[in-house]
């Protein structure tokens, strides 16, 4: 059985998501990887893109929810974008959500959060 692993990765939003009342004031970078697992013989055999996911409709899936209505938590937009995704011929998505400036008090490169769709 062949399964394809297509990926965008580091896609970056400046959007306003969080808890915080400064979250929602002020635009935060955002970086979203995203993983889509397809098995069976799909596009690897066919080489025809209606068997695969197209890497444009993965970045406007994270487009759409990043600079879309307010979350309070980066699970919930992770959520939405992988349930967005997760349609035939997708078997799997994984989305990681990154706040690459995070309100911590102190150094931390960043936070996020990943969801599994199986």
């Known amino acids: ?3 394809c692993r297509i990926f965008v990765s580091d896609m970056r939003f400046f959007a306003r998501h969080g808890l915080l009342a400064t979250e929602t004031q002020a635009a935060q970078l955002f970086s979203v990887d995203i993983e889509v697992l397809l098995t069976g013989p799909g596009a690897a055999e066919s080489g025809n893109l209606g068997d695969t996911v197209d890497y444009r409709t993965i970045w406007e899936a994270a487009r759409t929810v990043m600079m879309g209505a307010h979350e309070t938590l980066l699970e ?7 349930a967005a995704l997760w349609q035939a011929p997708a078997q799997t998505v994984r989305v990681q959500v990154r706040k690459l400036t995070p309100p911590l008090g102190g150094p931390a490169a960043d936070v996020g959060a990943e ?3 199986e």
């Open 115 to 117: 969801v599994l769709l």
């Open 76 to 82: 919930r937009l992770a959520y939405r974008i992988a």
């Open 1 to 3: 059985m062949t399964t």
